[in-house]
């Protein structure tokens, strides 16, 4: 049956909201029409303002290059599967690990740090940060052995930041890195929207031995203003959904190992 074009645009709307990203190809195939006419859909929508054109579909309008929530938004926001990630990411040190870590600034690197907790008392594991949310949360953990990378403090994710925070992560060489990310690209890799984060971030990639990248199903496919690092960098990913196939196939060649939570 024929669908007309205002019922296609409220079914494009709707997929938006529950996947946060819509592709041309598949949008054609769902409603049976040629790709131009969904291109012509998403013209449209995005004048409109109910969504951003990217390369090959379309983000909600929230999803801009340098849009960056608070930590008190990211919180609450896919709590449980930030705990399933956080969880499951553990399972890169394995039963017996007594080397360091380095824990990224995030919401989802906290998931990381809450599940590493029960381990610190008993285990000797050094744990290295530059955010001032999890290095509170952990210096108050009986037998943990913690230290703090300073600089200049961002107040949007209360993570140290600079030059002097640079300098002192690239004289590191952590065993184990979990590094938070805005976003994961096929074409772009890993990408953050200030660029204040991205080089501390980057600092932290080119330091660890290995790297583990965590980030909820909502970063993949997303490209933000900064990348930070090609996918050739990450030696795993941990998330809570299958990848498109485009980023999969992308992951595959790069030898990134995903581990769904």
Same mark, same amino acid.
């Given at each position: 049956?024929?669908?007309?074009?205002?019922?296609?645009?409220?079914?494009?709307?709707?997929?938006?909201?529950?996947?946060?990203?819509?592709?041309?190809?598949?949008?054609?195939?769902?409603?049976?029409v040629t790709t131009?006419?969904?291109?012509?859909?998403?013209?449209?929508?995005?004048?409109?303002?109910?969504?951003?054109?990217?390369?090959?579909?379309?983000?909600?309008?929230?999803?801009?290059?340098?849009?960056e929530p608070s930590?008190?938004?990211?919180?609450?926001?896919?709590?449980?599967?930030?705990?399933?990630?956080?969880?499951?990411?553990?399972?890169?040190?394995?039963?017996?690990?007594?080397?360091?870590?380095?824990?990224?600034?995030?919401?989802?690197?906290?998931?990381?740090?809450?599940?590493?907790?029960?381990?610190?008392?008993?285990?000797?594991?050094?744990?290295?940060?530059?955010?001032?949310?999890?290095?509170? *949360?952990?210096? $108050?953990?009986? =037998?943990? &052995?913690? #230290? +703090?990378?300073?600089?200049?403090v961002r107040g949007?994710? /209360? @993570?140290?930041?600079?030059?002097?925070?640079?300098?002192?992560?690239?004289?590191?060489?952590?065993?184990? *890195?979990?590094? $938070?990310?805005? =976003?994961? &690209?096929? #074409? +772009?890799?890993?990408?953050?929207?200030?660029?204040?984060? /991205? @080089?501390?971030?980057?600092?932290?990639?080119?330091?660890?031995?290995?790297?583990?990248?965590?980030?909820? *199903?909502?970063?993949?496919?997303?490209?933000?203003?900064?990348? +930070?690092?090609?996918?050739?960098?990450?030696?795993?990913?941990?998330?809570?959904?299958?990848?498109?196939?485009?980023?999969?196939?992308?992951?595959?060649?790069?030898?990134?190992?995903?581990?769904?939570?």
């Open positions: 049956m024929q669908m007309y074009a205002t019922e296609r645009h409220e079914q494009i709307e709707r997929l938006l909201a529950a996947q946060g990203r819509v592709s041309v190809v598949d949008l054609a195939d769902r409603f049976e131009e006419t969904i291109r012509r859909d998403l013209d449209h929508l995005e004048s409109a303002g109910a969504l951003r054109r990217v390369h090959g579909g379309a983000v909600g309008p929230e999803r801009g290059s340098t849009r930590l008190a938004e990211r919180r609450d926001h896919h709590g449980t599967a930030k705990e399933a990630i956080g969880r499951r990411a553990l399972d890169a040190l394995g039963r017996d690990f007594t080397g360091s870590v380095f824990l990224d600034a995030g919401t989802t690197t906290a998931a990381v740090a809450s599940a590493l907790v029960p381990r610190l008392a008993d285990a000797p594991i050094e744990v290295v940060t530059h955010s001032l949310t999890l290095g509170n *949360a952990l210096a $108050g953990v009986p =037998g943990a &052995s913690l #230290s +703090f990378v300073g600089g200049r949007l994710t /209360a @993570a140290a930041v600079g030059a002097d925070t640079v300098q002192a992560i690239g004289g590191m060489r952590p065993d184990v *890195a979990f590094v $938070g990310t805005n =976003g994961v &690209s096929a #074409s +772009f890799g890993l990408s953050t929207p200030d660029p204040d984060e /991205a @080089a501390v971030k980057r600092a932290i990639v080119a330091s660890a031995r290995r790297v583990v990248v965590v980030a909820d *199903a909502e970063k993949l496919g997303a490209e933000l203003l900064v990348g +930070f690092a090609s996918l050739s960098d990450v030696d795993v990913l941990v998330t809570d959904a299958a990848p498109d196939p485009e980023l999969a196939d992308a992951l595959a060649d790069a030898d990134v190992e995903v581990w769904l939570a």
